[in-house]
C-alpha cells in the first residue's frame, strides 16, 4: 500500500448493471493507493454489478445519491456497463452529481460506457477522450475529440476504452487524483480577451 493518496476521498457513483471489474478494479487500487471510497447509487442499500454477460454480485451503498455532497469528495470515478450510465443520465440529480465535480475542477475517471453520463453535464466539448467504440458519435456530436487510445488524460479528465485498458487506467486515474483539483479552462472567448488585452505580441 502507497500513502500516494492518503487524506483524499473518492466518490464511485453507480446504477445497477455496471461493468463490475470496471469498479472493482479501479476501487482496490485507489484504496490500496490510501483513498478512502465512497460506493454512490441511486439505490438505496445494495447495488447490482455485471460481470461480462451475466449479472454479477450485489455491492452494499455507501451513501444513496439523494444524501451525497460532491464537496465532500475529492474525485470520482465513473466505471461503465451499458446499463448503467444509461440510467444515470437520466437521473437529473446523478447529472448535477457529476457536473459539480466538472464545475469545481475537481478529477474526473470514466471508462467505457461511463462517459454517456459526463455527455449530459455539458463538460465533454472541447475534451479529449476516449471510451467504449459504440460511444464515439455521441462523444462528437457533444463536441468531444474522441481517440481510441487505452487512456486518454485531458486536464483532470481520464477516459479509457475497457476492461482491458484498467492497469493503464488505474495508473492514469491515481496520478490525476493524487494531483487533486484543476483550474477549469476557461472558454476561448475569455482567453481571446485576455490575450488580446494582454499587451504581448
Known amino acids: 500500500m502507497s500513502d500516494d493518496l492518503k487524506g483524499k476521498k473518492i466518490a464511485i457513483l453507480v446504477a445497477d448493471g455496471f461493468e463490475q471489474v470496471e469498479m472493482t478494479g479501479p476501487r482496490d487500487a485507489l484504496e490500496e493507493a490510501g483513498a478512502e471510497t465512497d460506493l454512490i447509487s441511486p439505490a438505496d442499500k445494495k447495488v447490482k454489478g455485471w460481470d461480462l454477460t451475466k449479472w454479477g454480485r450485489s455491492f452494499k451503498v455507501d451513501v444513496p445519491l439523494a444524501e451525497a455532497h460532491a464537496d465532500e469528495y475529492d474525485a470520482i470515478l465513473l466505471p461503465g456497463g451499458v446499463m448503467n450510465p444509461d440510467k444515470l443520465r437520466v437521473i437529473p440529480q446523478a447529472v448535477d452529481f457529476v457536473k459539480a465535480f466538472a464545475d469545481a475542477g475537481k478529477p474526473i475517471a470514466s471508462i467505457c460506457h461511463g462517459p454517456w453520463t459526463l455527455i449530459e453535464t455539458g463538460m465533454v466539448k472541447g475534451r479529449r477522450m476516449t471510451s467504449w467504440p459504440s460511444l464515439q458519435t455521441d462523444l462528437r456530436n457533444a463536441g468531444a475529440e474522441w481517440v481510441d487510445e487505452e487512456v486518454v488524460v485531458d486536464n483532470g479528465l481520464v477516459t479509457s476504452r475497457k476492461p482491458a485498458d484498467i492497469p493503464a487506467f488505474n495508473g492514469k486515474v ?18 481571446g480577451h485576455a490575450m488580446a488585452g494582454s499587451g504581448t505580441h
Open 174 to 191: 491515481i496520478e490525476e487524483f493524487r494531483e487533486g483539483a484543476h483550474k477549469p479552462e476557461q472558454h476561448p472567448e475569455h482567453a
